[in-house]
């Protein structure tokens, strides 16, 4: 066994952890949309002035319900990258790791970096002999 590439999959497993934290940390920036569109749902957005020009009720949930889908598609790919850092650590599922460092590299600037140092390591030879 390499011990130099047991070690680099170590430490992409960890980093894999901490992108995937952050990840799920900042999809939670879309609760704000979420509040702000129950709020206008409700009618306490504008305040209580009669009379006033209220934006159509549909503007509300679709604030509700695109925050929403952004939150968890957001939650999705934090447990997938969470996922695939744990499968990085037990040495199983190479391909749906490669697939999870593809998809990080949407996530600039982080898991950019991590993405392509992913799929560079699981690319060596010493690296694939040690997956079943």
């Known amino acids: ?18 992108v995937g934290g952050l990840i ?5 920036m879309p609760f704000l949309h979420v509040f702000m569109g129950l709020a206008m749902v409700s009618g306490t957005f504008f305040g209580a002035t009669e009379g006033s ?8 949930w679709m604030f509700v319900i695109m925050g929403s889908v952004f939150i968890l598609l957001g939650w999705a790919c934090a447990v997938c990258i969470l996922i695939a850092g744990n499968k990085l650590r037990k040495r199983q599922g190479r391909l749906f790791c490669m697939v999870v460092a593809g998809v990080e590299c ?16 699981l690319n060596k030879d010493s690296v694939k002999a040690l997956f079943p």
């Open 1 to 18: 066994m390499d011990n130099e590439a047991i070690k680099q999959l170590d430490l992409l497993a960890t980093f894999h952890y901490v």
């Open 53 to 60: 020009a209220h934006p159509p009720l549909f503007i509300g």
């Open 106 to 121: 949407m996530f600039m600037p982080f898991g950019t970096v991590l993405g392509v140092f992913t799929l560079i390591a």
């Open 24 to 28: 799920a940390l900042f999809s939670c």
